[in-house]
């Protein structure tokens, strides 16, 4: 680990539901809280009466300010630190992760079936960094959605057999250990088109699917059930979209954790339809993890 676990705030409900969440991350962790926030954000509340930048940088210093002193109210022995950066969002808190363990935001909700509302920052950060991003939707009283580091509360992830990932495994099973809770493993695959209209549905061999792909998780998994004995692993393979089976998974979960690949394209940023579709759609914190 690098050292601290950041978190950007511009001010917002969401923000500050991803602030009390990454306290909590960094209390697990026993590492710092590095609050940051950048001049050019546009905050969510009405600031045409800040005219100038000084009166913005004001605002800006109250802001960490008073979220701080906040967390150490409800987090004593925590070690906060605050920053203030001129550049843009997404530029200023991209360097910010990219020497962190760990980079928190919040992300916009509307309703239980939309989910997050992952903006232009969000999206250029989770693609300029190869650190963890977790994102986090607030709840209608502004603290995270899901109180995620109850011990009852599940670690989801979302295996690929046939394109295993130890970068995800490792950041999944590490966080279940450190909370103490359960990891649950999902592995799932899309079901065979049939040839022509009619064709008959095989339980024969769906059931033959099914277990070679259950005994194919459960190979993945046993070197990682050795490496992590204290966590308990409940590991599920089924037929179905991938994406909705996580987003199923993770309604109480206390966190999801899905990847990204390093890609180095010239069109923008990008992440999978998996890892999109869970972004938008699942209400417990996700957590993208970069791989390659």
Request: net charge negative.
């Amino acid at each position: 680990m690098t050292g601290f676990v950041a978190v950007g705030l511009d001010g917002s409900e969401e923000s500050l539901a991803a602030a009390h969440w990454a306290a909590r991350e960094a209390l697990l962790r026993k590492v710092p809280l590095r609050l940051v926030h950048a001049r050019q954000w546009s905050a969510p509340r009405d600031l045409a009466h800040l005219t100038s930048a000084e009166k913005r940088s004001r605002w800006a210093e109250k802001l960490l300010r008073d979220v701080a002193n906040e967390l150490r109210d409800s987090h004593p022995d925590l070690d906060i630190d605050t920053e203030s950066h001129d550049d843009p969002p997404s530029k200023a808190l991209a360097s910010v992760a990219d020497s962190a363990d760990m980079l928190v935001l919040g992300s916009r909700g509307h309703g239980t079936l939309l989910g997050f509302v992952l903006g232009s920052v969000g999206m250029a950060v989770i693609h300029s960094t190869e650190r963890p991003v977790v994102l986090v939707r607030a709840g209608e009283d502004g603290t995270p959605h899901s109180q995620s580091h109850d011990a009852d509360r599940e670690v989801v992830v979302g295996v690929d057999v046939g394109r295993p990932c130890d970068a995800l495994l490792v950041f999944a099973f590490e966080e279940a250990a450190r909370r103490s809770c359960t990891l649950r493993a999902l592995h799932s695959w899309a079901p065979p088109q049939l040839a022509g209209y009619g064709a008959a549905y095989d339980p024969e061999l769906h059931a033959q699917r099914e277990t070679a792909a259950k005994t194919g998780l459960d190979e993945l998994l046993k070197p990682w059930r050795e490496k992590y004995p204290g966590v308990n692993v409940v590991a599920r393979a089924a037929e179905g979209r991938t994406a909705w089976q996580l987003v199923e998974a993770g309604a109480e979960a206390g966190l999801v954790v899905v990847g990204r690949r390093i890609r180095r394209s010239p069109v923008g940023a990008h992440v999978g339809p998996i890892t999109h579709a869970v972004l938008h759609h699942t209400r417990a914190p996700v957590a993208v993890v970069a791989h390659q």
